[in-house]
């Protein structure tokens, strides 16, 4: 049996809870996360099976070493940055509360993470999509070639791509930030 296993899977910005839980599904497992490899790879080492509570965190590389520190300071391992996102995790055997499982002290810090996601993730796609996608999308539609056809082709998916992303990631954080905004 192999040490190491190499999974693919795709979450988007806005999945980002229920990739901690299927880290911690396999974790449980056996399959500790050692790294990730954008977009969508996951590499895993065989571990001994344990609950651990793994948590995401979007810095998007606005963090420091304090920021580190404060983890450290409450247990939690630091082990992995991919693409803005630093992943922690902790054994559920060193939480004493339902508080200690978690890296936000309150809601208004897990709003603030949404809202940083919007602006540095969201913004600028919506930018590419307004400025680059789209133009060039209409372009290709108003020439009437054998190369122009290949472009609307190419362009029409990238516009359904889009569209999908901005429909999927905009109505799940905003359903996050709803989330966060109505808990006691």
């Known amino acids: 049996m192999s040490d190491t296993k190499l999974m693919i899977r795709f979450f988007t910005v806005a999945d980002y809870e229920e990739e901690e839980i299927w880290l ?7 399959w500790k996360l050692v790294k990730t490899v954008p977009p969508c790879f996951y ?3 065989s571990c001994a099976p344990e609950d ?6 979007y810095k998007n590389n606005t963090e420091n070493s304090d920021y580190f520190q404060l983890f450290q300071d409450y247990g939690w391992e630091y082990f992995n940055r991919c693409m803005g996102w630093l992943f922690f995790r902790k054994p559920v ?3 004493d509360t ?28 919506l930018i590419i999509f307004f ?3 789209m133009p060039n999308f209409i ?11 290949l472009f609307t082709i190419l362009f029409a998916l990238l ?5 999908y992303l901005f429909l999927h990631c905009g109505l799940r954080l905003r359903r996050l930030r709803r989330k966060y905004s109505k808990r006691p």
């Open 98 to 125: 339902e508080q200690d499982a978690e890296i936000f002290s309150d809601d208004v810090s897990r709003i603030d993470m949404v809202d940083h996601i919007v602006r540095t993730r969201m913004l600028p796609l």
């Open 159 to 163: 516009f359904l791509l889009y569209l």
């Open 52 to 57: 651990v509570v793994y948590r995401l965190d």
């Open 24 to 30: 911690r599904q396999n974790h449980k497992n056996g």
């Open 43 to 45: 590499v895993f080492e």
């Open 93 to 95: 055997s060193e939480t």
């Open 131 to 133: 400025c680059c996608v």
């Open 139 to 149: 372009r290709s539609l108003n020439e009437s070639t054998s190369f122009a056809d």
